[in-house]
């Protein structure tokens, strides 16, 4: 009854204010190093315009990195359900979608367009679900620790995104953008379903509205042309996705882009927005987990 009051309210316009940010903190930092690239914010506030030369190399350093080569293992064990195997970890093969948790942990429903402030929720995977947006680094941080597994680091993105080829700045190949391929390019929704009346501020951010327009977010899966070579989908486009670093100013990062845009920011896997705090949600910020993967030496 409280979810679906909250959201009646919110579709009334597009004035209408939203719950306040999480204030949770963030479990342990992940282990792998984290790239720590500048660039300007898809929304234009408070946004990096540059990077400098420094963390240029920084990015193109980490870039290298995720393709050492793992060390061989004789036993390995098998990725869930759901996840794809990639070097020493398993990553979702698609964006997360929420379910909220009880005080018996017991799972109920929760609107892909309605954000999770206040909640306990638990991420899933699956295709061809509405995958969730309107959610802060730290809310997917605990979204999922509570299915076991953690955001991804820079590392475990990029390869993840552009496969065994280091060059590649697509998770189909090559550095050239193939529109079509991935959904991303469409413009600010903001701006579709607001039109003369946006403003851009938070309420209008968090409308559940404008993930729900024809063209759009798209269901987890519906691009096939967008599956990396590890086949994972999504990694460019769709909804941005919060990764486990955090700077030292307290902001988070997403990667990848969204359907509005996946370049100004850095092209296709090497997208990357660093200009909003690590409680801060929209409609374009979702995320996906990752997870170690469980080794032995063969008997």
């Known amino acids: ?151 991804c680091s820079a590392p475990e993105f990029s390869l993840a995104c552009r496969g065994p080829d280091p060059k590649a700045s697509y998770p189909y190949g090559g550095k050239r953008r193939q529109a079509g391929k991935c959904n991303e390019g469409k413009g600010s929704a903001v701006s579709v379903v607001c039109g003369q009346a946006a403003n851009y501020g938070s309420s209008q951010l968090n409308d559940p509205r404008l993930n729900q327009w024809a063209g759009g977010l798209a269901k987890t899966g519906a691009y096939a042309a967008s599956a990396s070579p590890f086949g994972v989908f999504d990694l460019v486009g769709n909804l941005h996705e919060w990764s486990a670093e955090v700077g030292a100013n307290g902001h988070g990062f997403f990667r990848g882009g969204f359907y509005g845009d996946a370049e100004v920011n850095g092209s296709g896997c090497d997208y990357v927005t660093k200009a909003h705090a690590s409680n801060y949600h929209d409609y374009s910020t979702g995320f996906r987990c990752c997870q170690d993967v469980a080794s032995s030496e063969s008997e």
């Open 1 to 151: 009854m409280r979810r679906a009051l909250a959201l009646s309210v919110c579709l009334v316009g597009c004035g209408q204010a939203h719950e306040s940010h999480s204030a949770l903190a963030l479990g342990p930092p992940e282990s792998a190093a984290f790239a720590a690239r500048a660039t300007r914010s898809e929304l234009g506030a408070g946004t990096d315009i540059g990077a400098s030369s420094n963390e240029q190399r920084a990015g193109e350093a980490t870039r290298t990195a995720s393709f050492a080569s793992p060390k061989p293992e004789a036993h390995v064990a098998a990725c869930p359900a759901g996840m794809a195997r990639v070097a020493g970890y398993c990553i979702d093969r698609y964006e997360a979608y929420v379910v909220e948790l009880d005080d018996h942990d017991r799972e109920l429903p929760h609107s892909p367009y309605a954000p999770v402030d206040g909640l306990r929720v638990r991420a899933k995977v699956a295709e061809g679900v509405v995958p969730q947006g309107y959610i802060s680094q730290v809310q997917a941080q605990h979204a999922c620790q509570n299915a076991g597994k953690r955001l």
